[in-house]
């Protein structure tokens, strides 16, 4: 069965950085594109970024373009570096396999996601 296990998340103050780790078990990622999704409270799931199994072809949505950099090993292991950030990347991370790197349709079920919180 397939999980994915989010980690790397904590409290930052604005303009801060944190990398975010999303490693995966039950099977390699090397087939799959991936992407980073997030969930602020009362707000629905969102599509932050996407890779193709390759590692190329980046995708960003245009709140965290210049900021965000999305990169992955093409074994288990994904990772989300983020800078500069604002208080309203403040939301829970989650890691997927997704259809295509520049959308978010997500294939697996969701892990348990990390807590990215940005003081203002």
């Known amino acids: 069965q397939v999980q994915t296990v989010e980690s790397g998340g904590g409290l930052v103050p604005a303009g801060g950085s944190l990398s975010l780790s999303c490693v995966v078990t039950?099977?390699?990622?090397?087939?799959?594109?991936m992407g980073w999704f997030r969930q602020a409270p009362g707000k629905e799931r969102e599509f932050v970024a996407g890779?193709?199994?390759?590692?190329?072809?980046p995708y960003y949505i245009d709140s965290v373009k210049g900021r965000f950099t999305m990169s992955r090993d093409n074994t288990r292991t994904v990772t989300l570096q983020m800078n500069i950030l604002k208080p309203e990347d403040t939301a829970v991370y989650y890691c997927?396999?997704?259809?295509?790197?520049?959308?978010?349709?997500?294939?697996?079920?969701w892990g348990q996601g990390t807590q990215v919180t940005v003081s203002s």
């Open positions: 997927n396999a997704v259809r295509h790197y520049g959308t978010g349709y997500e294939l697996w079920a």
């Open positions: 039950g099977r390699t990622v090397t087939r799959y594109a």
């Open positions: 890779i193709d199994w390759s590692g190329g072809n």
